[in-house]
């Protein structure tokens, strides 16, 4: 039976980030995606958006893998040609107490490590941003976007350069612990059987059902995901806005609320809204778009309904629910629960994406111990 030294399930962004850097540590490595490509589900399915690291709680992997994963993110765009830009970001209050809750925001962020953050009058705003009216607004000049289908295709091509093999059409069917092995069976057309030493569990949506095919009670644990779904509606004609515009985040949440979504090719979107599903599709609901507008409208009053209509949806990973407790991000060796070098990462929401090398960073010091 072939080995190899680690095996990656799940190949989104963060399952990439994590098989380039491992893989160019000379270690054998396996990427299993059960999808026919890369990235399919939440990684391509999402704003985009480079985060700067304003809302986590401090000292939180959220707030530590967000600040060190956006600079780095940064330095590989520039160093390896991914399509990116800063063009910032204000958060924008609607009233006088909102202003409190930016000032909040504001230091909550710079005790996480963000820096460059300025507040702004809401003339300073309406300087700024025309089409905007706001009391008030916090600028995030650090914030911007990511090209993520070239983002994740550096990462596979670099990792494939380091020896690392990818295959898709892959769903993992079986983890059994043996001999200080994980013995894999893959449900692909050749039914592929093989071991390997540690395995990380980089599966998204579907993290807490590989955890659980390993042995692990997800319910006992805090394990269990639940699937945030947000849709988002496209504007027609020239974006009326040059940065990304966000409201005040609803206190307790982990929704930032609905903002303008801008892409590289300068059209714009808006979301996403919020609400939990129980299965994974990605149907637009029509229904959905006049709320969306309305939220959005109360800092961009110009804005025309008529001009709206469906564009996309996402699922995020959740390991909490609505009016719960925001968790932290799951990113664990189970040597405690019986399972050395099984190593989960559950509930890889916002700020994954701009995480994700960082991510990449810290999974590969686990996993290093047991090679």
Known sequence: MEKFDVLIIGAGVVG?????EISNEGLSVVVAEKNSSFGEETSSRNSEIIHAGLYYKPGSLKAKLCIEGRRRLVELCREHGIPFKLTGKIIVSITEAETGQLEALKRNAEECGADTLTMLTGKEVAAMEPAVTASSGLLSPGTGIIDTHSLMAFFLRSAEENGAIVVFDSPVEEITPEDGLYRIALGDRDA??????????????N??????MAGIDTDKHG???HLAKGEYFRVGGKSPVSRLIYPVPKSGGGHLGIHTVIDLAGSLKLGPNEYYVTEIEYSVNPD??????????????GLEISGLSPDMSGIRPRLYLKGEEVRDFVICDERDKGLPGFINLIGIESPGLTAAPAIARHVSSLVKPYL
């Open 16 to 20: 990439l980030a994590c098989a380039r």
């Open 192 to 205: 592929t059987r093989f071991a390997s030493r540690v395995v990380v569990n980089a599966a998204g949506l």
């Open 223 to 225: 394990y269990r995901l």
């Open 288 to 301: 959905n778009l006049a709320p969306t507008y309305d939220s959005v409208r109360k800092f961009i009053p």
């Open 207 to 212: 993290a807490d059902g590989v955890a659980e």
